[in-house]
């Protein structure tokens, strides 16, 4: 009979919940388990057109000489069953503000001159208990601070300033906001800048050896994970102590395979368990991406860029995992580096840790910040989704 009775609740539990009743945790639940939410935008630009559509947390500018007349964006990946959207309103010289717009409608104008000169965003419904959407807008040469949700209002209200960029990015609900960050740590624009970059991790003897020289100078990396090695207790903390120093975590795929050999749903299922595997280690979900031995085609960009992911390569190969050598590392970056150089090595040898050890140090002796691929794009036009990028240079 006892065993009668919990089938019973358990048949009322199920009913109530594809009924609606108990639904806000059920939602938690699913979005835990979906991809994380990713935010991607675009700008009408007077006398212009449109710009290409630009990724989660990538500030745009208006080409020089242009400004917003019209915006419109839409959400990736919003979980399955999670009620709401995005909505968004503009201000329009010397209209006043637009009504609120839902998510993938323009909001504004693609003719006439009429500048947009203040904006405001925020998620509906079920998505608003775990998201946030924050932003920041140019306007009259500088940025504007961050603005989360309908907090506030970004741009000057009633000023009649041109905005001429903008810059969006969906977080868990209460997170901090990425481009805050960037800023406390004090990165310089007109000072020379470089992404190291390591592959194939976390082997954690290793990756600490190269976190503990990034945070002895003040630097900081991106660290391309493969998702099927963020295991065990000190490849897991590691990934976690990526995080607390402002270091980068991307994904190299769940499975070190070349995405060119897989199909559209492999791709997406190497990518997001490895997400999966690096979120539920470091608590940040990766937007850039490294295809196993730099493979690609247009058609697994296309797949990566679906999924709200932009590809990163590299401008400096120091061979590390031929040579073994920890000279020859050193003498591939020493020498040969210039600003917005992206450097690629591997976490993998004892060889790479001892010549970033040397590296790391010495690059900042010759006056270059060590900053991650995202911050080393904000400053140099920022990145797109299912784009490929090797350097960015000044």
């Known amino acids: 009979m006892k065993r009668v009775h919990m089938k ?81 309103q503009v201000e329009v010289g010397g209209t006043g503000w ?13 003719e006439g001159d009429a500048p947009l000169t203040a904006f405001r965003a ?6 608003s208990s775990l998201y946030d959407v924050c932003y920041t807008v140019q306007q009259n040469g500088a940025w504007t601070p961050w603005v989360r949700n309908d907090e506030g209002t970004a741009g000057q209200e009633g000023s009649g300033l041109k905005i001429t960029g903008i810059r969006m990015t969906i977080v868990t609900k209460g997170s901090a906001i990425p481009g805050e960050k960037a800023a406390v740590q004090g990165i310089d624009p007109n000072r020379p800048m470089i992404a190291l970059t390591f592959d194939d991790g976390p082997h954690a003897p290793v990756t600490n050896r190269i976190l503990d020289s990034l945070e002895a100078n003040g630097g900081r990396a991106t660290f391309f994970m493969v998702g099927n090695r963020v295991t065990g207790k000190a490849n897991k903390a590691a990934v976690a102590r990526m995080a607390a120093l402002g270091c980068e975590v991307a994904n190299h795929t769940y499975e070190h395979k070349a995405i060119t050999k897989l199909g559209a749903e492999g791709i997406k299922s190497q990518l997001a368990r490895a997400n999966d ?9 990766p937007v850039l991406m490294r295809p196993p031995g730099g493979a690609k085609s247009d058609a ?25 050598n920890k000279q020859k590392t050193i003498d591939a970056v020493i020498g040969h580096v210039k600003d917005g150089d992206i450097v690629l090595m ?49």
């Open 8 to 88: 019973i609740k358990a048949l009322m539990l199920a009913l109530l919940v594809f009924s609606g009743t108990i639904q806000a945790p059920v939602q938690a639940i699913i979005a835990r388990a979906e991809e994380p939410v990713k935010i991607s935008y675009q700008a009408f630009n007077n006398p212009t057109a449109w710009s290409d559509k630009q990724a989660d947390d990538s500030p745009y500018t208006a080409p020089e000489g242009t400004y917003m007349t019209g915006f419109q964006a839409e959400l990736l990946n919003q979980p399955q069953n999670v009620t709401g959207g995005l909505t968004y």
């Open 122 to 127: 925020r998620l509906t419904d079920g998505l």
């Open 277 to 285: 595997s690096i979120r539920l280690a470091g608590g940040v979900s």
């Open 346 to 394: 591997h976490d993998l040898y004892g060889t790479t840790a001892d010549a970033a050890e040397v590296i790391i140090p010495k690059l900042k002796e010759m006056g270059f910040q060590l900053v991650t691929v995202s911050e080393l794009a904000s400053y140099r036009g920022g990145i797109q989704p299912g784009k490929v990028y090797s350097r960015f240079r000044p």
């Open 98 to 110: 637009t009504e609120w717009t839902a998510g993938s409608v323009m909001a504004g104008r693609t």
């Open 300 to 324: 697994a960009m296309k797949t990566v860029g679906s999924m709200g992911m932009s590809a990163v390569l590299w401008s400096i190969d120091t061979l590390d995992w031929k040579t073994k």
